[in-house]
């Protein structure tokens, strides 16, 4: 075990990814299509040789920086996506390598974002390597966020002091100078594999008691752990499970909200429940306020019209919105078969700027959910209203307790800053989705779908639903790019672009 994670972890990717194309060969052949699993299978062998000898060629190779490691991040989520498209590119003869890249890129990024609007356009082993590569891109952030992210002060942990020492100076560098990389990446996935695979096998069972096909409930687990919002039937409305299958996912949505669900006491972080985190509280009150918002806001309509008042109906109503809701801000985009109940039972259109807004929030620092995160729009609400504070009584003297505590002193200033690149990436996508003929609206739709990891939120959040397939070659070049830097985050890539990181 030890010599291998003493290879480079760009071919332990490779290795990974080259042994789970076993898995949709498996599935196909079970299935009789054996066109499909021959090429899964073929894959697999070539892809593991070439791993084995790329391995023997880096036996002497051993990186102790952390850069290397973000450098690998890097190339697992634009470089490995070509490795993993050749299968899909394969299997499907009407399909380009561009158009298998770009399925491989938003899967793997847990984006989502699919070509096909049919699900009965691919077959069912491909819907399935589709939710595996999701979900191993999914694993892959888990892991990463804690051993290679938190060390770096990227991805969300910039804002955040750890326990001990003064909030000025308490940041997770000092991780990086206690341990080596691939020995943090062997302790924590040590302890976050069995807990991720564990977690989505418990979904797929309670989602398969609950009436859905094995087949896709377990696409549907391996979805919603990731927050890919993947699925083989084009979506969780047209799942056999209904309202308990729902309820189910809701739950499991928790884990996407805030890193505590799942990594107390990892890499320095608090020890404390669940319902005292920050992140966590941050996301139940926005959910809550939304709810309620658009409830009592479809409820005036319905009372204005004196429609009949349908308890019923405003539950679905109810529901629908918490359910969708829940799913956009934990970038899943999975949408509540309740969610046209709730357009219906009041007679307006769907809200689509809100679950927008939902997407650019996002879930939790260390999460598989995408967006500008919690962590950060918490340290900007603190931030406001302390200044705020300031404003009615100037000499006053803050002190918003234990949790306030725990951000750094820097931590609203930075948190702005990633605003910031967050919105100047936006505008930058859509400029360049406008040079390639899209219209405004549909390339705002479509930048905010891509930085956020939020596939789904193209078909449900403009006014009329936007199709991938129908975008030019250059643009679903650029949306790609654009989901790789959602994922990894801006931060990240100017921290290889500076020198300084490279001198160290």
């Not at 899964?40 to 391995?55: D, E, H, K, N, P």
């Not at 609007?117 to 390597?129: G, K, Y």
């Not at 505590?260 to 669940?274: D, N, Q, T, W």
């Not at 939020?454 to 397939?469: D, F, H, K, M, R």
Request: net charge positive; glycine share 8%; charged share 10%.
């Amino acid at each position: 075990m030890n010599t291998l994670l003493q290879r480079p972890f760009f071919v332990l990717l490779m290795g990974i990814g080259s042994l789970a194309m076993i898995v949709p060969a498996a599935h196909a052949l079970a299935v009789d299509n054996h066109a499909v699993s021959r090429s899964f299978f073929y894959s697999a062998l070539l892809f593991f040789v070439l791993t084995l000898f790329i391995g023997l060629a880096t036996a002497s190779y051993k990186s102790t920086l952390a850069r290397g490691y973000l450098v690998s991040l890097l190339a697992a989520f634009l470089i490995l996506p070509i490795m993993l498209a050749v299968p899909m590119y394969e299997s499907v003869s009407r399909m380009s390598f561009l158009e298998a890249w770009f399925e491989s890129v938003s899967s793997i990024t847990t984006t989502g974002a699919t070509l096909y609007d049919s699900p009965r356009n691919l077959p069912s082993s491909v819907h399935l390597w589709r939710a595996l590569m999701g979900w191993l891109g999914g694993l892959l952030v888990w892991v990463a966020a804690i051993s290679i992210l938190a060390p770096l002060n990227i991805g969300g942990f910039e804002v955040r002091a750890t326990q001990g020492g003064t909030a000025r100076d308490r940041n997770y560098a000092q991780i990086g100078r206690v341990s080596d990389p691939s020995e943090r990446l062997a302790r924590y996935g040590a302890k976050l594999i069995p807990l991720y695979t564990a977690l989505t096998a418990l979904l797929w069972l309670g989602l398969t008691a609950a009436g859905e096909i094995p087949f896709v409930a377990l696409c549907h687990a391996m979805s919603v752990m990731a927050t890919s919002g993947i699925s083989p039937v084009g979506g969780i409305l047209f799942s056999p499970s209904g309202l308990v299958g729902e309820f189910i996912i809701l739950f499991f949505f928790a884990f996407a909200m805030s890193r505590v669900s799942f990594s107390r006491g990892l890499s320095g972080l608090e020890m404390k429940p669940l319902h005292k985190d920050s992140e966590f509280k941050l996301a139940i009150i926005l959910i809550v306020v939304l709810v309620m918002v658009l409830f009592v806001r479809h409820g005036l309509v319905v009372f204005e019209n004196d429609a009949q008042n349908d308890f019923i109906s405003a539950a679905h109503a109810l529901w629908g919105a918490l359910f969708t809701i829940t799913s956009f801000l934990t970038t899943t985009g999975f949408e509540s078969a309740d969610w046209t109940a709730t357009r219906d039972w009041s007679g307006l259109g769907t809200p689509g700027l809100m679950l927008v807004g939902l997407s650019l929030i996002g879930g939790g620092v260390a999460t598989t959910a995408g967006g500008i995160k919690l962590l950060r729009v918490y340290a900007l609400w603190k931030h406001g209203q302390r200044e705020i504070e300031r404003l009615v009584h100037p000499s006053s003297v803050g002190g918003a307790g234990k949790e306030a505590r725990q951000i750094r002193r820097q931590g609203a200033q930075i948190a702005w800053i990633f605003f910031m690149l967050f919105t100047i990436s936006i505008a930058a996508v859509m400029v360049l989705l406008a040079l390639s003929g899209v219209q405004f609206e549909t390339a705002m739709v479509l930048a905010v779908s891509a930085l956020s990891t939020t596939g789904p939120l193209a078909s449900i959040a403009a006014e009329t639903p936007i199709s991938y397939a129908g975008i030019p070659d250059f643009a679903k070049v650029v949306l790609a790019l654009a989901m790789v830097l959602g994922r990894l985050e801006a931060l990240a890539i100017i921290a290889l672009l500076n020198p300084e990181f490279w001198r160290r």
